[in-house]
């Protein structure tokens, strides 16, 4: 959710947290604020309401350096989007601290601090974290103990970090279910929600774990665990790209990314097919262990990861695998019964989906084999905790509504069926056929993005539209899906979506001729019925925008087609993903949103 980066130097460190706020924008967008300490050692705080640029041009009018300083970019949690509920938040001038997460008893110790005299001056449940650090260092506590002894008292999910001018040479940190990294320099150190923000300044970095408190100085850092003992943790080079966060020619992140799916499927099937065959052994070595036993599979996941597993439980259950799937949210919080042999599947994009990642934390004494998590970052807490890995590479993702993160999530779990259908009896020769599919899939997807201009002009037909209606049947009804999120998340149209063949049974009634109806019709043994489902939609006046095979004979009027070379039925579901991802950001553009950042959301979601 929020972003949080910081800095201590021997230099100016205002523009690197400018330059890493801008860099966590995708983390939140509702306000930004800055807290450094100036040439007389004293904090200077900034905030500002709306996106990093309206602080920028605050802190370049001021014309303050300093040398240490920590930032933050926020997604409203507790406390509406305003200036005063902006971080960093300060208790009078003593202490300054940012926050990413939810601090679930916060009512409880302001009671307790206003009792004691403290003057709160936002809705946030940060603030109280403040005048806790503020309240301890009163008793001439350091700055390290302080955090230390306040992070005893928060309940629920936290990253912070701390500085004060009685203790002026260290930021303190710590973490309890939001993520949060230390960036090495020379000289100089810093700190991050996540890689991206201090890719410009470093490329070591160091992954805190949970309980951790670490001193961040210029001269090194040092780091406690949950115990209060001193550990070491290993420093990774990061193996992201600088220049992944520019936008190049594309207008908008979101269409950069569409366009660079073909690229990212061919990166996430490379060294894993060769000559029609799948080499298990690039899942890593431990994987084969794990599969030899699985007999069911359970898939834990959320909004868009969600609908991939859905698509994924169609094709591990025609390969003999019994699947279920579920949402993190609810799942972790009900009473499960875990079959013999099941392995637990969790699916993110960021890996620090905090429900996803208290799913799997909660699995541990659920009697699973294992955990494998598909992830596109390297990383992330959902990587580090769980027994294997398979990453989607797909490369920063910086808008919000999710597009090359998703296929590759497809295509990583179509290769996982095959690994498992092995061992269902899968031939050498059905074996080659599926990864023949795999191997012409990124071919396959840049024709579809040749259809972008006529997706331009089928797009108009939204523009003055409220609502929209989805359909699909078997594994289209989670592209269906899919289709509806992505449509709703960036135009803000009211788009559901529904298993065509459930029509009759309640959404028929919303279908007039001010109700859009979108499609996808791929030539597969369930089409006749679609095309009845469809005419249901004509007889009442539905305006129809289908999607379809170039073999399949429509044989409906007043309907908006597009024709889509051969697809091949085992990687269909993935090919008809991109068109309704190029509907709903064209029509966001002709609506005038913000494509990238819509209302509301936030990229990473790391709080409850």
Request: glycine letters at 8%; charged letters at 25%; hydrophobic letters at 40%.
């Amino acid at each position: 959710m929020c972003g949080i980066v910081g800095a201590i130097a021997a230099r100016d460190v205002l523009p690197i947290l400018m330059e890493g706020l801008q860099r966590l924008e995708y983390r939140g967008y509702d306000s930004a604020g800055v807290a450094v300490r100036d040439a007389n050692g004293n904090l200077k705080r900034f905030r500002a309401l709306g996106k990093v640029a309206a602080l920028k041009e605050l802190v370049d009018q001021s014309e303050i350096t300093g040398e240490l300083g920590i930032a933050h970019t926020r997604w409203a949690t507790h406390g509406a989007p305003a200036e005063r509920n902006a971080h960093p938040h300060m208790s009078g001038v003593r202490v300054a601290v940012v926050h990413n997460g939810i601090i679930e008893n916060h009512s409880q110790l302001r009671d307790r601090l206003v009792a004691l005299g403290y003057t709160f001056t936002s809705e946030t449940d940060t603030e109280v974290i403040a005048h806790l650090m503020a309240d301890k260092l009163e008793s001439g506590k350091n700055l390290f103990t302080v955090v230390v002894d306040t992070a005893a008292e928060l309940e629920g999910a936290y990253a912070l970090a701390a500085t004060s001018p009685e203790d002026s040479d260290r930021i303190v940190v710590t973490r309890a279910g939001s993520p949060l990294v230390i960036g090495l320099g020379k000289g100089e150190n810093f700190i991050a929600s996540d890689v991206m923000a201090l890719l410009p300044v470093t490329r070591r970095f160091i992954f805190i774990e949970e309980g951790d408190v670490a001193e961040v100085r210029r001269d090194g850092v040092t780091i406690y665990n949950a115990d209060g003992e001193e550990v070491t943790r290993p420093v990774k080079e990061s193996q992201l790209s600088n220049a992944s966060v520019d936008k190049g020619p594309y207008a908008h992140y979101m269409l950069k990314e569409i366009y660079e799916q073909p690229g990212v499927i061919s990166e996430t099937l490379e060294g894993r097919i060769h000559e029609g065959h799948l080499l298990e052994a690039s899942f890593g070595h431990e994987t084969a262990t794990l599969l030899d036993k699985t007999r069911h599979i359970q898939i834990v996941a959320c909004g868009t990861s969600y609908h991939a597993g859905l698509v994924a439980r169609y094709w591990f259950e025609e390969a003999g695998i019994p699947c279920s799937i579920e949402v993190a949210s609810e799942y972790r919080y009900r009473k499960v019964v875990v079959p013999e042999g099941s392995l637990l599947i969790t699916i993110s994009q960021s890996g620090e989906t905090a429900d996803t990642l208290a799913a799997l934390r909660g699995s541990r004494s659920k009697g699973y084999v294992g955990s494998l998590t598909v992830c596109n970052v390297p990383e992330s807490s959902l990587v580090r905790e769980s027994d294997v890995c398979f990453m989607t590479r797909a490369g920063t993702e910086i808008g919000v509504a999710s597009t090359k993160a998703f296929t590759t999530q497809l295509v990583a779990l179509r290769l996982l069926m095959i690994a498992l259908a092995r061992r269902k009896g899968l031939t050498a020769k059905q074996e080659k056929d599926m990864v023949n599919e795999l191997h012409s899939l990124p071919r396959q997807v840049e024709v579809v993005l040749q259809l972008s201009d006529a997706i331009k002009t089928m797009a108009e037909g939204f523009s003055d539209k409220h609502n929209a209606l989805f359909l699909g049947r078997g594994a289209f009804y989670p592209i269906a899906m899919e289709g509806a999120l992505k449509l709703k998340e960036i135009s803000y149209i009211h788009a559901e979506a529904y298993p065509a063949g459930e029509l009759k049974h309640g959404p028929l009634a919303l279908v007039d001729d001010s109700m859009p109806v979108v499609c996808a019709l791929p030539d597969d043994p369930l089409l006749e019925k679609v095309l009845s489902n469809l005419q249901e939609v004509r007889a009442r006046s539905g305006e129809l925008f289908l999607f379809s095979d170039q073999k399949v004979n429509i044989g409906l009027d007043h309907y908006q087609s597009l024709t889509l070379s051969d697809i091949y039925p085992g990687t269909a579901p993935i090919v008809y993903s991109i068109p309704l991802q190029l509907l709903a950001y064209h029509v966001a553009v002709l609506k005038g949103t913000d494509v990238d950042q819509p209302r509301n959301l936030a990229k990473s979601v790391t709080v409850e």
